[in-house]
């Protein structure tokens, strides 16, 4: 009989012990122990065994490091906010009851965050001089919200709208109004909304109007403006079946406010956004909230296999044999060695992280979200702002 006293949520301290796994790894550890073997081996964690082209940036390391604690094995990662594509992006080695049953939740750390970073990513770059939020936790099972906010600073976003998420990353979240607040005040009672809203909110949050829940944007945009003296910005969260030309509505809002003598508002864009309408309206838009295109990214496709056993080469088929390192030149190429031969003349990328047991690197999210930054400067790293017909 299923608990029902709680959330379906699985508790940390299931994951930690090795419970959150897939159960063909009970049946392996029954049975490795019934034959008294237990392996010491490398094991790696793979997206693609080459190069692909498209680039990656790797998120929940310190997750993964957490795993590892207290376990008899070594591990070696690329730092959090290095981008890669093909090879390893760590390695462990052990004995393999050390971690067996850790897999499911290791690949599960690792695959949703990176896939959530890169989408912060492909937004930070597409609108690289605007003010990128995430608004995207609602979108998620909330036990999770606090990877995906961790994970979209660490792509480069400005903030985040998850108040708890936000308690666990040691982040304060932010945020203004939604619809419903203004609807609260009923029909023509935008004025008192807007009014209220700035008469009760601190002074550190923005004074940003929502401007299109009951009349046109263009209207309600001006009267917002009339209506607050301190006015920072009027947001559009347009539903699309009501935007028609979401560019030109944009473009009229910011004329008419110029023509009305409130040069000094700016304009903030939300709802169903991605890295073209980023790319797109950043000309005339200081911020954007984000939502579907980081929460909902789909998961990088990551394997653990091992690779070698007692010192001997090991792979399934269709995965590279043996221990290998990986590699950033000073072109921004990535190469993938084995362990033991001449690497190119660059730096080696998989790092130490645990040692016996115990994690031996910090994680500085800021640092992380510079190395990001400046990792995808170096590879060239684009967003993808065209049209698949393009």
Request: with cysteine; hydrophobic share 40%; net charge negative.
């Amino acid at each position: 009989m299923t608990d029902e006293s709680g959330f379906d949520i699985v508790p940390p301290e299931a994951i930690a012990g090795g419970r959150a796994t897939d159960a063909y790894f009970d049946r392996t550890v029954e049975t490795l122990e019934h034959a008294d073997r237990n392996p010491r081996v490398v094991a790696e964690v793979t997206a693609d065994q080459f190069a692909t082209g498209e680039w990656e940036l790797l998120a929940g390391v310190k997750d993964a490091a957490r795993l590892f604690e207290g376990r008899a094995v070594d591990v070696d990662a690329l730092r959090e906010g290095r981008l890669f594509d093909g090879g390893p992006v760590m390695r462990i080695e052990g004995p393999y009851l050390e971690f067996c049953r850790l897999e499911t939740a290791l690949l599960g750390f690792l695959s949703h965050a990176t896939g959530v970073a890169t989408g912060a990513l492909e937004a930070r770059r597409a609108a690289p001089d605007s003010t990128v939020l995430s608004f995207g936790s609602r979108h998620v099972h909330p036990s999770i919200g606090a990877m995906v906010e961790r994970s979209a600073i660490l792509g480069g976003l400005d903030g985040f709208s998850n108040v708890a998420a936000g308690e666990v990353i040691g982040r304060e979240a932010g945020g203004t109004m939604p619809h419903a607040l203004v609807i609260c005040f009923g029909r023509g009672g935008q004025e008192a909304a807007w009014q209220a809203f700035d008469e009760a909110v601190g002074p550190d949050v923005p004074r940003v109007a929502l401007v299109d829940t009951y009349s046109d944007e263009v209207d309600e945009s001006v009267r917002a403006a009339e209506a607050v003296d301190a006015l920072e910005s009027v947001r559009l969260d347009t539903t699309g079946s009501r935007r028609g030309d979401f560019e030109h509505i944009i473009r009229e809002v910011r004329w008419t406010l110029d023509a009305e003598g409130f040069d000094d508002v700016g304009i903030f864009v939300s709802g169903g956004l991605g890295p073209k309408e980023l790319h797109d309206l950043r000309e005339y838009v200081e911020g954007f909230g984000v939502g579907s295109h980081v929460s909902n990214a789909d998961p990088t496709d990551f394997s653990l296999d091992i690779v070698e056993i007692e010192g001997e080469l090991a792979a399934k088929r269709g995965k590279l044999t043996g221990k290998k390192e990986v590699y950033r030149t000073a072109d921004g190429g990535h190469h993938v060695r084995l362990a033991d031969a001449d690497g190119p003349d660059g730096e080696a990328l998989l790092q130490p992280l645990v040692r016996d047991g115990e994690v031996v690197r910090s994680f500085d999210l800021d640092a992380a979200a510079d190395r990001a930054a400046e990792d995808a400067d170096a590879v060239g790293f684009e967003a993808p702002v065209r049209d698949a017909a393009e």
